[in-house]
């Protein structure tokens, strides 16, 4: 595995160096391969190495760089050693390479990257990941699809890695909204339209009586007067909010399932009404609470009365707010799970809120506070179906089933399908994901339905179809794996720059670890199924000798089964 050839390389290295090889291991990496020319395997930034020095008394790192490559020799491991760039070079005995590849991958299956040094010494941790977090009594809105999915990837890498991880889906179910909702209610809702289409017809009452608010101040009055029943525990209005609570999570239940999304807790604002009460009195213990001239308590993050600094935390009636239920929710996780890092996965506009709470935190006395993080993301633009513009998570769903329906419909190789409905939508839904994991997670981006569903380029589509591709030939030459082979039949430049890829699987795992950006992933996967692609049309199983079939076979199981791993991260449902 790439660590193997890693760790011979840093020995060599150390000896000439004088440097402990764990030092230069993280400074060796898998070199990306190359359409335009044969790349080596590894390579050495000599720049790293020199990087505690000034600027000034660096010697020239070409000079350098070069300097190093004559001091090292070639060996069993290593067949050539040249410069680069501020580099030096290493390319890998190829049928050593072909052999310690392949088996690798055979051997370590699923833990396959796992035991490079790249992840030696880093300790399992409890991590929470907070994620999705819809509005209770709301149809589940597509703006809250990337949470989802974004939350999703994190939770699945972090456990695949070894952590123990809580996924929460943190519910919208408390606020001025449910006054709204109550008073809604009671003046146009039926039972019989909430049992039949729950969401639906709350969408409908909160529609309108929002704009009955508008108009008529008795309206709102009661809204604000349902919302203090609830505040002070009225058993009435407790018991339709809790019957607005049940029936949506319910209904979220049935689009996570489709969404093949699971979480170990449904937890929400609901539950810290009473303990953000115990937070605002530990706030004015410490001297931080100030009270307005409208009533209302803030915090001053700043000390100097800057108002961009300034987070309210309670109404003028003594209600709670977002900011201060937060704060009792995040206290009550430490004391819960003691995790050693908690993720929030929400749009960059919370980026602020999430900045003062964690401030609020490590001004009460929490220096627990920086072991938390905001993982924030952009808007998705012109989310729209054939219908319009969209609003709901169910109609993108429904949307992609039957787009990808009608693109099947259109290949002639489409095979014949026990549950076609399903099939098409877990293959768009991949295809939406990977589609949205191409680019940063912050940045925004112009939606289109065409690029979700191109089957040739960078696209889930044909990622997906590259595994069918595999998978068909896993059925039909079987997926056992041979004790021996020879390497020497694996030699093609095709096969070569597969096994050069799959150096690199480590190191993205990785990278992604480190800065929760599922891009990397997405480029490696694309770049893999485009590989295979070519050497699917090169090297031949079929009429081939079986040396030469055996090699090539195990050669694209290795692929499939890298493939499949890293989907799996990506998405909780089945790859096609």
Not at 567 to 574: A, E, F, G
Request: contains cysteine; neutral net charge; proline residues 2%.
């Amino acid at each position: 595995m790439a660590c193997g050839f890693r760790r011979s390389i840093a020995s060599q290295l150390s000896r000439v160096l004088d440097l402990p090889p764990e030092n230069l291991i993280k400074s060796i990496s898998a070199v990306p391969i190359s359409r335009k020319e044969e790349v080596a395997d590894f390579q050495l930034s000599v720049d790293s190495l020199l990087e505690n020095n000034n600027d000034h008394s660096r010697p020239d790192i070409q000079i350098q760089a070069m300097r190093l490559a004559e001091k090292l020799k070639c060996d069993t491991v290593v067949s050539e050693i040249s410069t680069g760039q501020g580099t030096v070079n290493f390319k890998i005995n190829r049928e050593l390479l072909t052999k310690t590849v392949l088996q690798q991958v055979i051997e370590d299956g699923s833990k396959y990257g796992l035991k490079s040094e790249l992840f030696s010494g880093l300790p399992q941790k409890r991590i929470v990941v907070e994620f999705s977090s819809p509005n209770v009594a709301k149809k589940f809105h597509v703006g809250h699809l990337r949470s989802t999915i974004i939350g999703n990837f994190i939770a699945n890498l972090k456990e695949a890695l070894g952590h123990q991880v809580t996924r929460i889906n943190y519910l919208g179910d408390w606020g001025m909204q449910f006054g709204l909702l109550g008073t809604g209610f009671q003046l146009f809702g039926y039972e019989e339209k909430l049992q039949s289409s729950p969401l639906q017809h709350l969408f409908e009452v909160y529609v309108q009586v929002n704009k009955e608010a508008a108009d008529d101040k008795n309206v709102a009055q009661s809204a604000h007067e349902f919302f203090q029943r609830l505040e002070l525990g009225d058993m009435q209005a407790l018991a339709l909010w809790q019957k607005f609570r049940d029936l949506s999570i319910e209904e979220y239940m049935r689009i996570y399932k489709r969404l093949g999304v699971h979480f170990d807790e449904y937890s929400g604002e609901s539950f810290y009404r009473e303990k953000s009460q115990e937070v605002l009195k530990l706030l004015d213990s410490k001297g931080l609470l100030q009270k307005t001239l409208k009533g209302t308590a803030v915090v001053d993050l700043s000390g100097n009365g800057d108002p961009s600094s300034i987070c309210t935390v309670m109404r003028s009636d003594g209600t709670s707010l977002y900011a201060t239920r937060d704060l009792a929710a995040a206290i009550d996780r430490m004391e819960k799970y003691n995790f050693d890092k908690m993720i929030y996965v929400t749009d960059k506009g919370q980026k602020k809120h999430f900045q003062q709470v964690f401030q609020m935190l490590q001004i009460m006395g929490y220096d627990w506070a920086e072991r938390c993080q905001h993982v924030p993301f952009g808007v998705v633009q012109g989310m729209k179906t054939r219908r319009g513009d969209v609003t709901f998570l169910e109609d993108v769903l429904n949307e992609i089933r039957l787009r990808m329906l009608q693109n099947m419909a259109s290949i002639k190789t489409t095979k014949e399908l026990e549950n076609p409905q399903e099939t098409a939508e877990q293959v768009g839904l991949a295809a939406l994901i990977i589609q949205d994991f191409r680019g940063f997670l912050l940045s925004d981006y112009q939606f289109s339905w065409d690029r979700v569903f191109q089957s040739r380029g960078d696209t889930g589509v044909f990622l997906q179809y590259t595994h069918a591709r595999l998978h068909s030939l896993e059925e039909t030459f079987g997926c056992g794996y041979l004790n021996d082979f020879n390497t020497a039949c694996l030699q093609e430049p095709q096969s070569v720059s597969i096994l050069q890829h799959l150096l690199r699987f480590d190191e993205v795992l990785y990278r992604s670890s480190q800065d929760l950006q599922p891009r990397h992933i997405v480029s490696y996967l694309l770049t893999l199924s485009h590989l295979a692609a070519v050497a699917h049309r090169t090297l031949h199983i079929r009429n081939s000798p079986p040396e030469v079939a055996g090699v090539c076979r195990i050669q694209f199981l290795t692929v499939i089964s890298s493939i499949r791993r890293l989907l799996l991260l990506t998405q909780s449902c089945k790859c096609s």
